[in-house]
């Protein structure tokens, strides 16, 4: 063979090669898209599909059928080469989106920093409908149940924090117009900021339900 051709081999065979890894990529697509159609408007807005196509696929241009079990990935679908050929292929197409979790155990009563949490990708099926996507969101929320390293944060295992406890004293507000009114009260609950919490006002030894407002502070309407 003279330097010509073996030049002109190994210019042939790296554009089958570089064919045969577009075909490959192509079929990534088309299946991310098709994964999308399936979970159509459930699709998460953050989320992204991860494709594993098993074996060798070769060159794909389009899929003329597909079928898919949303709730694991897998995946079937028949790919069609630009000859036309039709090749069936398999694998799994994996929805993930990005999770905060904690990069420690948490325990109730402790108050989420942006330094306890951490963003990872985690597939659809694992995070559930009631995961908290916001890690902005629970900075500064206080933990009302155990917190497990790595996992998903659940709505009900976290809260606004409290600024008022159970037997607090507390600062009775009223007001009406220019009219401000005060007195010293007990807290008869916990409350946090925004929460309705009964109290009983020290003056008068009658019990009233108001909003906390702050720390220590109760705000009544009448």
């Not at 994996?94 to 330094?115: F, G, K, L, S, W």
């Not at 109290?199 to 220590?216: P, R």
Request: net charge neutral; glycine share 10%.
């Amino acid at each position: 063979m003279t330097p010509r051709i073996r030049a002109f081999a190994a210019i042939l065979l790296a554009s089958l090669a570089a064919a045969g890894s577009a075909g490959a990529e192509l079929l990534h697509v088309l299946v991310e898209e098709r994964a999308m159609a399936e979970f159509g408007a459930e699709f998460p807005a953050n989320g992204q599909v991860k494709v594993h196509v098993q074996g060798d696929p070769g060159e794909a241009h389009l899929l003329s059928a597909f079928w898919m079990d949303k709730a694991t990935g897998q995946f079937i679908a028949n790919a069609v080469s630009p000859q036309g050929a039709v090749t069936r292929v398999t694998g799994l197409a994996t929805v993930t989106v990005p999770v905060p979790v904690p990069q420690r155990r948490m325990m109730p009563d402790e108050i989420i920093t942006a330094q306890d949490l951490a963003v990872i990708e985690l597939p659809l099926s694992r995070v559930g409908a009631y995961a908290v996507s916001d890690a902005q969101g629970l900075v500064g929320m206080q933990v009302r149940s155990l917190l497990a390293k790595g996992r998903p944060i659940l709505n009900r295992s976290v809260r606004p924090p409290l600024v008022i406890d159970r037997g607090d004293k507390v600062s009775i507000r009223y007001q009406d117009g220019l009219l401000e009114l005060s007195a010293p009260g007990r807290a008869l609950g916990d409350a946090h900021r925004g929460q309705e919490v009964k109290i009983v006002n020290l003056v008068s030894n009658a019990s009233v339900i108001g909003i906390a407002t702050a720390e220590g502070i109760v705000e009544v309407s009448q």
